[in-house]
């Protein structure tokens, strides 16, 4: 489980991203939202992957970074549908409940309404610094280097 973060403006990491990689972090972030949701008790989802490095720095302690989740996986899933994507409806469906589930509950005051902060998780690497975002940029372009078919995206590998 990845969030691809090459800057702190959700639009930027998007259209970073090639479309592969692109499509995967719009369902990888529906994935985590939910897992957070699970977490807390207001869906029913498995959550063991509340413990994943991932999920436990948007999860924050029991007080999730959801609002900017959802707003990041909404910049990606707009730059992936400007590209050409497709969901289906009953995706399209989910996202609309996550939103007003997450809108419902933000009045209650159950989520952070910061940005998600920095980090950087790969492997047994972390980092939680603004310099995040250059290692997610530098793993991208040597995961792009190593792929067998070319990455279709507005960055120059």
């Known amino acids: 489980m990845q969030i691809f973060r090459v800057s702190p403006d959700h639009n930027v990491s998007a259209r970073f991203l090639d479309n592969r990689r692109l499509s995967k972090q719009v369902l990888e972030l529906y ?9 807390m008790g207001l869906v029913e989802v498995n959550t063991r992957y509340l413990h994943h490095p991932v999920v436990k720095a948007v ?9 900017d989740a959802l707003a990041m996986l909404k910049a990606m899933d ?10 289906s ?29 920095p980090f950087y ?10 310099e995040a975002y250059e ?18 995206c507005n960055i120059g590998t």
């Open 31 to 39: 994935q985590i939202i939910r897992v957070c949701l699970g977490g």
């Open 59 to 67: 999860y924050n302690e029991g007080r999730p970074h959801l609002p």
């Open 78 to 87: 707009e730059e992936h549908r400007r590209r050409g994507g497709r969901r």
């Open 89 to 117: 409806d009953a995706f399209r469906e989910d996202l609309a409940g996550l939103d007003r589930l997450i809108k419902e509950e933000l009045d209650e005051s159950l989520f952070s309404e910061e940005k998600i902060p």
């Open 121 to 130: 998780v790969y492997g047994t690497e972390r980092c939680h610094t603004e």
């Open 135 to 152: 290692k997610y940029e530098a793993l991208l372009f040597s995961k792009w280097a190593a792929d067998k078919i070319p990455p279709r």
